[in-house]
């Protein structure tokens, strides 16, 4: 009898992401989702650039690296070129949120029928810790060295709030993946925003708080507990936004 | 076949486009291009295809990228501002061996120039255009004709070669109406392809679009393998008209709207009892080198006419090897020469008077 096993979705490959790194468990519930499914088969993913450029190899279905920040646009080609198929886009915080905002927000607006899996550790990991659009206030990054200074460097985006405001988009919610009971929900609302694509319904955006222990230079157990003390306060869990479930922006 | 009708350029790039299966067009407005778009716009949702207006050229070219992916005959169109704006699309659909057309309906530049039309973005077309060794396969219609009979020509040929084309024409072309007799309809009845990401259906190892490379061996690898493609299209894509060349002295080149009024001067020095003929290059990348070559055997000098500041000229230097001289008429910034401002250029390169 199997008791655990490895997503079907997730291939053999070795992952290189740094040791306490979240990015694994993301993927891993990614993969759960498309597995539970059972849409491995028609589905096609979009990598980033940034720290998961190379999630091409590890997730088993069919799969496109994009240009930094672009993702949204490649799914966009594809899902109207491939209706049937289920796409969607891994991308973190500086992709997603800096250089692709604008595709991030014209693919929210039009309801492109795709998942977008968003991670925001707040940093910009693969190039070696800068400071990312979704930096805390005062936090200490490579670019940032005597804290994220507001007034010159303004304020961290706040994704899922800032899409909740559009008419367009289906489902915006934020998870983190920091303690089993916040992973077992971001399981359920990663699975939400893949069955929503396949019943037809939009863009649905799930925005996951991950831990860089690397760049943040902290032990993997003090990097969780500073998405609970430091993270979570700054931006709250929660559905923001679920259109077929009548809930607008504001109401959380 | 046989049915002539009175359309614009850009057009009948677009009903063209639609004749040879493709289904897909997304792009951004942009001056002088704009009524392909629109034509897109009207047509595509009627036949079942994509039509999309992008947030901007950068999402536009990474939405054909996207398309492309899925191995779906896909295609944008812009003017000069706009493609430098996709550029860093280009070179990664270059990156990961992807076909696809990219219309370029030219204006002056450089910055945001002006709207009227020009060949300034030769440099940009023939020698890549974004970042990394890559090329384009790119044609150059003179006509409103050719406008529709390149457009097949080089989606068959991206697809041939599984590479990006372009489709470089002018906004003079672009706006211009003339008789135009349309390409039949094209099956676009769609086979797989081996390469596309379309979903593994758990018969298949998973497919992977990409270009990035981080083992340095790897990347040269693919590097010398596409050169070599590029090779084999030197050898046998390059496409010409020769006008008057058999007895000429003197070979006017030139393309596009350039070579419609070249032809005129043309032929009022042959009037003049001057030898004088043209290549014509429709295939810009690769460039008709060789016939350029050939003619250096024959001819005492060549006369660049571009609208430019003078690109194409250096391709004529080299495909030559300097051994004639070559004399540019060129005007830039939307202005075109006259057929008298050639005619004085090739009175020049003839040793005569250029006043």
New interface residues.
């Given amino acids: 009898m199997i008791v655990f096993e490895k997503p079907k979705s997730l291939t053999d490959a070795e992952l290189h992401y740094c040791p306490g790194c979240t990015h694994g468990i993301i993927h891993r519930l990614v993969a759960e989702a498309i597995d539970t499914l059972g849409i491995e088969g028609r589905t096609i993913g979009i990598a980033p650039v940034g720290c998961a450029v190379m999630a091409y190899n590890y997730f088993a279905c069919d799969m496109v690296e994009a240009a930094h920040g672009r993702a949204p646009a490649v799914a966009t080609g594809i899902k109207r070129s491939l209706p049937e198929n289920i796409v969607f886009t891994y991308q973190g915080d500086g992709d997603l949120a800096s250089i692709g905002m604008a595709e991030t927000v014209h693919a929210a607006t039009r309801n492109e029928n795709i998942t977008v899996i968003f991670v925001n550790n707040a940093i910009y990991g693969m190039t070696g810790g800068q400071m990312a659009p979704t930096s805390l206030p005062g936090q200490i990054t490579q670019t940032s060295p005597y804290g994220r200074d507001v007034k010159t460097a303004g304020y961290p985006v706040k994704v899922a709030e800032l899409l909740s405001a559009l008419d367009g988009p289906e489902f915006i919610a934020r998870v983190a993946v920091n303690n089993v009971k916040n992973v077992k929900n971001a399981k359920k609302i990663i699975q939400k925003a893949f069955e929503n694509q396949i019943e037809g319904k939009g863009f649905s955006l799930v925005e996951v708080i991950s831990a860089c222990p690397t760049n943040w230079g902290m032990t993997p157990q003090n990097a969780l507990k500073w998405i609970d003390e430091k993270m979570i306060p700054y931006y709250p869990l929660g559905i923001f936004k679920d259109k077929s479930e009548g809930k607008e922006a504001g109401e959380r | 076949m046989g049915n002539k009708v009175l359309m614009k350029g850009n057009e009948a790039i677009a009903e063209a486009a639609i004749r040879s299966g493709c289904r897909?067009y997304?792009g951004y407005p942009i001056t002088p291009q704009t009524e392909l778009a629109a034509y897109m716009a009207k047509r595509m949702p009627k036949i079942g295809g994509?039509f999309?207006q992008?947030?901007?050229e950068?999402?536009?070219i990474?939405?054909?990228?996207?398309?492309?992916?899925?191995g779906?005959r896909?295609m944008t169109s812009s003017s000069s501002p706009g493609i430098s704006l996709k550029q860093?699309?280009i070179s990664?659909i270059a990156g990961?061996d992807l076909p696809c057309l990219i219309v370029n309906v030219q204006r002056g530049g450089p910055g945001l120039g002006g709207i009227q039309p020009s060949q300034s973005d030769y440099f940009q077309a023939t020698k890549g255009g974004g970042h990394g060794d890559y090329h384009l396969i790119v044609v150059a219609p003179s006509s409103v004709q050719e406008m529709a009979q390149l457009t097949g020509l080089a989606f068959d040929l991206a697809e041939k070669y599984r590479m990006p084309a372009m489709l470089l024409a002018d906004g003079t072309v672009g706006q211009m109406m003339e008789p135009v007799e349309l390409p039949e309809e094209k099956d676009v009845e769609f086979t797989e392809k081996d390469w596309a990401?379309?979903?593994?259906?758990?018969?298949r190892p998973?497919?992977?679009?990409?270009?990035?490379y981080l083992v340095p061996d790897e990347l040269e690898r693919k590097n010398f393998e596409r050169f070599e493609r590029y090779r084999r299209i030197q050898e046998t894509e390059a496409r010409y008209e020769s006008f008057l060349m058999d007895d000429a002295e003197i070979c006017v080149v030139a393309f596009g709207i350039a070579a419609r009024v070249s032809k005129n001067a043309v032929l009022a020095a042959r009037a003049e009892g001057l030898k004088v003929g043209m290549i014509r290059p429709i295939t810009l990348w690769p460039f008709p080198s060789q016939a350029l070559k050939e003619a250096a055997d024959r001819v005492k000098g060549f006369v660049s006419v571009e609208l430019s500041m003078g690109q194409m000229i250096d391709d004529i230097k080299l495909a030559i090897s300097c051994r004639k001289p070559v004399e540019l008429v060129n005007r830039a910034g939307g202005m075109i020469m006259s057929p008298d401002e050639v005619l004085a250029g090739i009175r020049k390169m003839n040793g005569g008077d250029n006043q």
């Fill in positions: 897909h997304l994509v999309l992008a947030e901007s950068i999402a536009a990474n939405m054909v990228y996207g398309v492309a992916a899925t779906r896909v860093e699309g990664y990961s990401v379309t979903g593994t259906k758990m018969q998973h497919h992977i679009v990409n270009s990035l």
